[in-house]
C-alpha cells in the first residue's frame, strides 16, 4: 500500500499474503497456505491504516470484465511487444485463474472499483504482470532472473548456495529501484537470511511482486503507463523506470 502526502510516493504497508496484510502481527517472511481474497475486508484495512480512501488497486492475476476461457487479446500483445526478452505472458484458461478471477473482479467492482482497460475515471482496478513491469523499471534487455523456484533453471552450473546468492543480488538490485520510485520500500523489503527456508523466500518474492504491483499502480496515476489489451482486459506497464 502506498500514498502521496505531496512529498512523493511513499511505502505505507506491505504483506506477502491476503490474511497477512489483514493481521497486523504477522512476520512478513511467515509460512502462508493460501487464502481467498475478500475485497471488502481488504478495502476496510486499507482505509484503517492509510486514514483515506483508496484509489487504485493493483493486482498480478489476469483478470477480464467478462469470463477467461483462452487468451485475451491483452496477453497476446505483452507477449508480441515482450516475448522476444523472455517476458510473455502465460495462456490463462477457464481453470487458471478460473473463477477466482471472475469472482475477485465483479466483488471489487460492488465495491466501486470496476476494472480499468484504458485511462476510465477512478477508482478503479487494475492488471499487473510484474516481469514486463521489471523490465521496465530496470531498463533491462529481458526478464530478471528473480523467481526463487527457478534459480536451477537461472544458474544451472552453479552449487545451491550460490544461485541463492545470485538470487539474493537481483532481489536487492530491485528493491534498490523500487526505493527510487517509493520511499520506505527499501525499509520494508529486508531480505531474509541466506540459509532461510524456501517458504520464507516465497514470502519475500511475494512482498516483492505486491510492492512492484504498488509501483504500476502509482505510474497509472501518475499517466506514465499504458494499457495493452481491449475492453474486456488489460495489462498496464509503465513506460520508463
Not at 502526502?5 to 499474503?17: E, H, M, Q, T, Y
Not at 532472473?145 to 534459480?151: L, T
Request: aromatic share 8%.
Amino acid at each position: 500500500m502506498v500514498t502521496d502526502d505531496g512529498g512523493g510516493w511513499r511505502l505505507l504497508k506491505v504483506a506477502s499474503s491476503y490474511h497477512a496484510f489483514l493481521c497486523d502481527n504477522l512476520s512478513m517472511n511467515a509460512r502462508h497456505r493460501g487464502s481467498t481474497p475478500d475485497p471488502q475486508a481488504l478495502l476496510a484495512k486499507s482505509v484503517s491504516d492509510a486514514g483515506s480512501a483508496i484509489t487504485i488497486v493493483a493486482i498480478d492475476m489476469p483478470l477480464s470484465t467478462v469470463p477467461i476461457v483462452e487468451r485475451r487479446t491483452s496477453d497476446n500483445l505483452i507477449s508480441s511487444l515482450y516475448g522476444a526478452r523472455h517476458a510473455g505472458t502465460h495462456s490463462p484458461t477457464a481453470l487458471r485463474p478460473g473463477k477466482l478471477s471472475d469472482e475477485l473482479t465483479l466483488a471489487f467492482q460492488r465495491e466501486g472499483y470496476p476494472l480499468l482497460t484504458s485511462e476510465n475515471s477512478l477508482p478503479g482496478l487494475i492488471e499487473v504482470y510484474p516481469h514486463p513491469a521489471l523490465i521496465e523499471l530496470a531498463s533491462a534487455a529481458r526478464r530478471l532472473p528473480y523467481k526463487h523456484a527457478k534459480s536451477g533453471k537461472y544458474w544451472p552450473g552453479e552449487t545451491s548456495t550460490v544461485r541463492r546468492q545470485k538470487l539474493f543480488e537481483i532481489w536487492q538490485h530491485i528493491v534498490d529501484l523500487l526505493e527510487r520510485q517509493l520511499q520506505g520500500a527499501a525499509a520494508a523489503l529486508v531480505l531474509p537470511d541466506l540459509g532461510c527456508r524456501s517458504y520464507e523466500l516465497k514470502a519475500f518474492e511475494d512482498a516483492l511482486d505486491a510492492v512492484v504491483c504498488a509501483w504500476v499502480g502509482t505510474c497509472v496515476l501518475d499517466g506514465t503507463a499504458k494499457a495493452y489489451g481491449d475492453d474486456r482486459s488489460a495489462i498496464w506497464i509503465p513506460t520508463g523506470g
